[in-house]
């Protein structure tokens, strides 16, 4: 069992930067690959990256390429999700959500693949 926690979000300015954290207890989030995702209201859940299980591989949307860059501490059972040059429409309840996996290099796209989320953090843009 994993359970997830992400702080960070917050008001920022276009053009600005937040880093979110996702920090987990268990101790098999190490085996775990890692993606974050997003729900701005009346809108679907949607994916904006991913971290494999040992952080060797990452997965990007294509909004957030170049924008966003995710990583990982295992040691400290803790994903972050570093956002640069926001936008208004990255205003988005942001999740992560954690899932085992035997392969370490592998992450996925998929909301449904993921079985552990968090409770989210209130990412706001202002224009």
């Known amino acids: 069992q994993v359970q997830l926690v992400e702080s960070g979000g917050g008001l920022v300015q276009a053009g600005g930067s937040l880093r979110l954290s996702c920090v987990a207890s268990g101790s098999t989030f190490s085996r775990c690959y890692v993606g974050w995702f997003r729900q701005a209201p009346g809108k679907e859940r949607e994916f904006v990256g991913a971290?494999?299980?040992?952080?060797?591989?990452?997965y990007y949307t294509d909004s957030a390429k170049g924008r966003f860059t995710i990583s990982r501490d295992n040691a400290k059972n803790t994903v972050y999700l570093q956002m640069n040059s926001l936008k208004p429409e990255d205003t988005a309840v942001y999740y992560c959500?954690?899932?085992?996996?035997?392969?370490?290099?592998?992450?996925?796209?998929?909301?449904?693949?993921?079985?552990?989320w968090g409770q989210g953090t209130q990412v706001t843009v202002s224009s």
């Open positions: 959500a954690a899932r085992s996996s035997y392969n370490p290099s592998y992450c996925s796209n998929r909301v449904y693949d993921y079985g552990f």
């Open positions: 971290v494999s299980r040992s952080g060797t591989s990452t």
